[in-house]
Each structure stands twice: as C-alpha cells, then as structure tokens.
C-alpha cells in the first residue's frame, strides 16, 4: 500500500515538473475567482477561434511526424544549405515570416518541430534552446507588421479603424530593427559549421501526407476567418480518428488548458476595479512605456483590450503591445508553445531554457523600447 502511494505521489509531482506552466496558470485563475466570482461573463474571456486552431493545428502535426514528415523536409533543408547557421537562419526567417501570415502561435506550432527534427537529426542539440528561443522572438515580432499577424494587432485594428497605410508606417521602423538583431544574433552565437543528415530510407506514405496538408490548410483558414472554426472542430478530429487515433491521443491537452486557464486568469485581472484604476492613471503618463511593462504580467493581448479602454493614442499603445510580446516568460502567450515544446525534449533543462530565455527577450526588449522612445522624442 505504502509503495503505490509512493508510486502516485512521485507520478504526481513528475506531472507538476512536466507541465509547470499550466500549474501557475491555474492557480493564477483559481486566485483570481476569488475577487472576480465565476458567473456569465467567464464564458467571454475565450477565444474559443484560437483553442481550436490550437487543437486543430496540434492534432494535424501529430499526424505529420507520425509519418516522419518533418524529418524528411529536415533532410530538404539541410542538403539545401549544408550550414549550421544558414539552416537556423532559414528557421528563424520562415518564422518570422509565418508568423505575418498565419498569426504567431500557428506559426511556431508549424515550425518548432522542423526545427527540433534539423538539429537532433544532425546532432546539433547544443543549439536548440537558443533556435526555439530565436523562434520565439521572430513569431513574437514578426506577427507586428500586418494587422492579422497578431491577434492584439487585429483588436486595435478594428477598435480604432487604422487606416492600413498607418498600421504599416507605424510598425515598420520596430520591425525592420527586430530582423536586423535577430540576424545579428545568429551570426553572434551561430558557428557556420558543415551538417549532415542520414537519409531517412523508411516508406513515406505520400498520400496520407498529402491528406493531412489539406487539413493543415482548413485549420489555417480557419485563422483567417475563411471557415467557421467550428466546421474544422468536427472535420479533423473526425477524419483523424479514422486515418491515424495516435494522433490525438499525443495532442499537448495541457497546453490547451494553460491558455485557458490564462484566459480565465486575464479576463479576472480585467475586471478587477482597482487594477482598472491603476491602468488608467498609468496610461495618461506613458502609453508605451506602460503597455509594455503591463504585457510582461498579463500578456499582450489582454493589455491590448484591457488598456484601450484607458487611451486614444493607439499609435504608441499598438508598438507596446508588439514589441510587449518578448520579455517574460507570459508576455505573449505563444512564448507557452515554445516552452513547452522545448522542455518536451529537453525535461531536464528547463531553468537553464528560463535563464537564457530572459536574457535574450529582456535584451530585445530593452533595445527596442529604447528605441522607439528615441524616435517618439524625434
């Protein structure tokens, strides 16, 4: 008896390490609930668009590794530039650039696992912390040019009716600034060492792979509002269930819950009348400064929400909500994904990912705020 107690309590807490993140989510809704009583505007705190996109898009990649696609496109990749810091350039780049077309979040589900399957498949482990962390911030800040790139991006949008000529002047000098470092960086810390790949001889069922690219573009479509997200909440689990069951049962569930326990979590910060208060004082003082320092608690697009209620200087408050995605760890909720997709593989490295997180996003951070202040005073 003592010894399946034991056995339960070490299962337990091996499930706190693993899923840390969706921990402190939950007791930051549970918390919460405690000022803000659950009644019916909880039920408006979710995008439930982006929770199926993510269960959607989760679901779909699943399917694609069991049938080892992204090694394959791994081996493409590598035979194509033969260089270490060329192929994590690429990464990084086809990152950043999805992330202007299909939102952050998607882009990084897409991505990471290419990248896991380039740097394990050449031997190149040392590197992936600082290629998902790079990821990160390409996702983060690359999603900040276009008004769907971001989901805070399209709130704005809408609520203030920015022409698409402003949107892309305001944006541009932060986002021409965040290429320029991130290329900086991966010829800083990036040796531009040979790889190799063994070729992967195993059958490649083209037709299934085929199949679930298909499905990738309905959950994309559902990003932009092409179909209604509920049409490819049946069709992919459906059709999923009877082409490959294994993929949904390696769904990350629990990242699914750590934005929804976020959600509960923001939607109560939202409501609390003297953090309303706060914000409000706050945003007549700096707009900028203060919807970045705000996103590194409650997240980017919470801010962008909660703080428009406060301000008419959507100008300064849209490159604070963007250039607000790096810092912390909940700065932009996508950074979750990758957290969790990195320490899926690396268990036993997730403060040393935390450590090196910080100081890379928190460089970024300080350097683009820095100047964008500069150019306010120009």
């Given at each position: 008896?003592?010894?399946q107690a034991n056995s339960k309590?070490?299962?337990?807490?091996?499930?706190?390490?693993?899923?840390?993140?969706?921990v402190i989510a939950f007791l930051s809704a549970f918390l919460t609930s405690f000022f803000v009583p659950i009644d019916r505007e909880y039920i408006e705190y979710f995008d439930f668009k982006t929770l199926t996109c993510l269960f959607c898009v989760l679901a779909v990649v699943c399917a694609l590794k069991n049938?080892?696609?992204?090694?394959?496109?791994?081996?493409?990749?590598?035979?194509?530039?033969?260089?270490?810091?060329?192929?994590?350039?690429v990464l990084i780049y086809i990152?950043?650039?999805?992330?202007?077309?299909?939102?952050?979040?998607m882009a990084l589900l897409t991505f990471l696992p290419l990248g896991y399957f380039i740097l394990s498949s050449t031997n190149k482990q040392k590197y992936m912390a600082f290629t998902f962390i790079m990821q990160n911030i390409a996702a983060n800040l690359g999603g900040m040019l276009t008004p769907f790139g971001n989901p805070q991006n399209l709130y704005l949008?809408?609520?203030?009716?920015?022409p698409n000529s402003e949107f892309i002047l305001i944006m541009t000098p932060p986002f021409l600034l965040s290429i320029a470092m991130i290329t900086l960086c991966c010829f800083i810390f990036v040796?531009?060492?040979?790889?190799?790949?063994?070729?992967?001889?195993?059958?490649?069922?083209?037709?299934?792979?085929?199949?679930?690219?298909?499905?990738?573009?309905?959950?994309?479509?559902?990003?932009?509002?092409g179909i209604p997200y509920w049409i490819g909440l049946i069709v992919i689990p459906i059709t999923l269930f009877f082409v490959d069951k294994k993929a949904l049962t390696m769904v990350d569930y629990p990242l699914l819950f750590t934005f929804v326990f976020f959600f509960i979590f923001s939607g109560n910060m939202s409501r609390i009348e003297a953090v309303k208060n706060i914000f409000s004082f706050l945003m007549k003082k700096n707009t900028l400064l203060f919807s970045t320092l705000s996103c590194q608690f409650i997240s980017n697009v919470p801010t962008a929400i909660l703080l428009s209620q406060f301000t008419n200087n959507y100008s300064e408050l849209l490159v604070g909500v963007n250039i607000g995605g790096v810092g912390t760890l909940i700065a932009s909720l996508a950074s979750?994904?990758?957290?969790?997709?990195?320490?899926?593989?690396?268990?036993?490295?997730?403060?040393?990912?935390?450590?090196?997180?910080s100081i890379f996003n928190f460089s970024f951070l300080i350097i683009l705020s820095q100047f964008m202040n500069v150019l306010k005073v120009l």
């Amino acid at each position: 008896m003592k010894s399946q107690a034991n056995s339960k309590i070490s299962i337990f807490i091996s499930f706190i390490k693993k899923n840390i993140v969706m921990v402190i989510a939950f007791l930051s809704a549970f918390l919460t609930s405690f000022f803000v009583p659950i009644d019916r505007e909880y039920i408006e705190y979710f995008d439930f668009k982006t929770l199926t996109c993510l269960f959607c898009v989760l679901a779909v990649v699943c399917a694609l590794k069991n049938i080892s696609f992204f090694y394959i496109l791994a081996q493409k990749v590598v035979s194509a530039f033969k260089n270490l810091r060329m192929c994590i350039l690429v990464l990084i780049y086809i990152t950043f650039l999805g992330s202007m077309l299909i939102a952050n979040d998607m882009a990084l589900l897409t991505f990471l696992p290419l990248g896991y399957f380039i740097l394990s498949s050449t031997n190149k482990q040392k590197y992936m912390a600082f290629t998902f962390i790079m990821q990160n911030i390409a996702a983060n800040l690359g999603g900040m040019l276009t008004p769907f790139g971001n989901p805070q991006n399209l709130y704005l949008y809408t609520k203030y009716n920015i022409p698409n000529s402003e949107f892309i002047l305001i944006m541009t000098p932060p986002f021409l600034l965040s290429i320029a470092m991130i290329t900086l960086c991966c010829f800083i810390f990036v040796k531009p060492e040979r790889l190799y790949v063994e070729e992967h001889n195993d059958y490649f069922d083209s037709k299934k792979a085929l199949l679930y690219l298909c499905l990738f573009a309905l959950a994309i479509a559902i990003v932009f509002r092409g179909i209604p997200y509920w049409i490819g909440l049946i069709v992919i689990p459906i059709t999923l269930f009877f082409v490959d069951k294994k993929a949904l049962t390696m769904v990350d569930y629990p990242l699914l819950f750590t934005f929804v326990f976020f959600f509960i979590f923001s939607g109560n910060m939202s409501r609390i009348e003297a953090v309303k208060n706060i914000f409000s004082f706050l945003m007549k003082k700096n707009t900028l400064l203060f919807s970045t320092l705000s996103c590194q608690f409650i997240s980017n697009v919470p801010t962008a929400i909660l703080l428009s209620q406060f301000t008419n200087n959507y100008s300064e408050l849209l490159v604070g909500v963007n250039i607000g995605g790096v810092g912390t760890l909940i700065a932009s909720l996508a950074s979750l994904i990758t957290f969790r997709e990195f320490n899926k593989h690396n268990p036993g490295k997730m403060g040393y990912y935390i450590i090196k997180f910080s100081i890379f996003n928190f460089s970024f951070l300080i350097i683009l705020s820095q100047f964008m202040n500069v150019l306010k005073v120009l």
